[in-house]
């Protein structure tokens, strides 16, 4: 029985609009070099305050202009009715999911972003948010557009949901238990848990 979800962000509650290419360049790192945060990471404290400013500016500015990917608000509210947790589990801020939050009158639980403790792929947020929400995690769906995200919940033992509209979504595929093109096909495979 499904008694939570968590959803990434960036990509899976909006549409994508952060070209992380183009960001790394911006910063000074090759277009492919990986994710940024993990680029970060023994760099001087100089450098990395420059470059989270590049990156904040990047990620506020998608925030105030995004929009919700297809069925995103439907489902939420489905979730709520039902009284299902909603978690937000994101590499970005609390403050840029707050601002998607209140620009599209949406509700979420809890949210845990990358202040709050080791980012994903690492299992902590989903075990974080399975805890607040007193499920375990084999009652919780993890949704994301990303690697990460399936990583995340397949460590916390969790179940992974791919929200196909990464480019390299087919890649990602393998790492998913479910996958789906729209936020509204959750509905069915909650209704379809075993009980």
Not at 27 to 43: K, N, V
Not at 102 to 130: M, S, T
Request: aromatic fraction near 6%; charged fraction near 30%.
């Amino acid at each position: 029985m499904i008694r939570a979800v968590i959803f990434d962000l960036d990509g899976t509650i909006t549409r994508p609009l952060l070209d992380f290419d183009a960001i790394r360049e911006e910063i000074g790192f090759a277009r492919d070099a990986g994710p940024i945060l993990e680029l970060m990471e023994g760099l001087p404290e100089a450098r990395r305050l420059e470059i989270f400013h590049i990156l904040d500016d990047h990620e506020k500015r998608a925030a105030e202009q995004s929009t919700l990917n297809p069925g995103a608000r439907e489902i939420l509210q489905w979730l709520a009715e039902r009284g299902l947790p909603i978690g937000i589990h994101t590499r970005n801020t609390r403050e840029n999911a707050l601002i998607v939050a209140r620009l599209h009158g949406l509700r979420f639980d809890a949210i845990l972003d990358r202040d709050d403790g080791p980012v994903k792929p690492d299992a902590f947020g989903v075990l974080e948010l399975c805890r607040r929400f007193e499920v375990g995690p084999g009652e919780t769906l993890v949704v994301g557009d990303f690697l990460h995200d399936l990583l995340s919940a397949r460590s916390a033992g969790a179940i992974p949901v791919l929200m196909r509209n990464h480019k390299d979504a087919d890649a990602f595929a393998q790492y998913a238990d479910f996958v789906i093109d729209s936020l509204d096909e959750l509905a069915g495979i909650i209704e379809n848990s075993p009980r």
